[in-house]
């Protein structure tokens, strides 16, 4: 019996979330716009050296998230990876942040400036506070997300830090993460209220 003969739709499935996914992280790709729907034939997928993973990734109880909390920590990821227990750590990592979202971001906020304001400025072109502690993982990369679009920060980073080889893939990463991202603007605006004022 081949290996072929174990491959099926859910394996063929798994593969189009998987390119899906990376597109979306790694290209002009949207994962939104187009509904995770990518141009991928069964003929490509059964004569792909790995498909036999992606029918193993299809097993899995959660392969979706599984896919997107590790492609959003490194998107450059292999399927083979996924199989690792590394990838499954940040999948149970992920899984416990974006359950409970607004106790997360309400942690993180207590690693910040009492002074509002000051963690979001640029000084003389340098990173601000809020991106140096998400590089450090001081605060996670929902946390900076959230803030980002809470703040409407993008614009005046994007104008104000000097640096153009590593924050514009920082800033690709947050633009391309946040839609994935489900909370309440409502909740998390209070939070930042009776945090900083």
């Given at each position: 019996?081949?290996?072929?003969?174990?491959?099926?739709?859910?394996?063929?499935?798994?593969?189009?979330?998987?390119?899906?996914?990376?597109r979306?992280?790694?290209s002009?790709?949207?994962?939104f716009?187009?509904?995770g729907?990518?141009?991928?034939?069964?003929d490509?997928?059964?004569?792909?050296?790995?498909a036999?993973?992606?029918?193993?990734?299809s097993?899995?109880?959660?392969?979706?998230?599984?896919?997107?909390?590790?492609?959003?920590?490194?998107?450059?990821?292999?399927?083979?990876?996924?199989?690792?227990?590394?990838?499954?750590?940040?999948?149970?990592?992920?899984?416990?942040?974006?359950?409970?979202?607004?106790?997360?971001?309400q942690?993180?906020l207590?690693?910040?400036?009492?002074?509002?304001?000051?963690n979001?400025?640029?000084?003389?072109?340098?990173?601000?506070?809020?991106?140096?502690?998400?590089?450090?993982?001081?605060?996670?990369?929902?946390?900076?997300?959230?803030?980002?679009?809470?703040?409407?920060s993008?614009?005046?980073?994007?104008?104000?830090?000097?640096?153009?080889?590593?924050?514009?893939?920082i800033?690709?990463?947050?633009?391309?993460?946040?839609?994935?991202?489900?909370?309440?603007?409502d909740?998390?605006?209070?939070v930042?209220?009776?945090?900083?004022?």
């Open positions: 019996m081949s290996e072929s003969s174990f491959l099926n739709e859910n394996g063929l499935t798994a593969y189009q979330e998987y390119m899906a996914i990376k979306h992280f790694t002009s790709y949207d994962y716009k187009y509904n729907k990518v141009n991928v034939t069964p490509t997928f059964y004569t792909r050296k790995d036999y993973s992606f029918q193993k990734l097993k899995k109880k959660d392969y979706k998230n599984l896919i997107l909390s590790n492609i959003a920590d490194n998107p450059k990821l292999w399927v083979g990876d996924l199989m690792e227990e590394k990838a499954n750590g940040v999948y149970l990592s992920w899984k416990k942040r974006t359950d409970a979202i607004t106790s997360h971001v942690d993180n207590g690693k910040l400036n009492d002074d509002f304001k000051s979001f400025v640029s000084n003389q072109g340098q990173y601000p506070l809020v991106i140096n502690l998400y590089l450090r993982r001081e605060i996670s990369l929902e946390t900076t997300c959230i803030l980002t679009k809470l703040t409407n993008e614009e005046y980073w994007t104008k104000s830090v000097l640096d153009n080889v590593m924050f514009p893939d800033m690709k990463k947050l633009t391309k993460y946040h839609p994935f991202l489900v909370y309440s603007t909740k998390l605006k209070k930042v209220k009776d945090r900083f004022f």
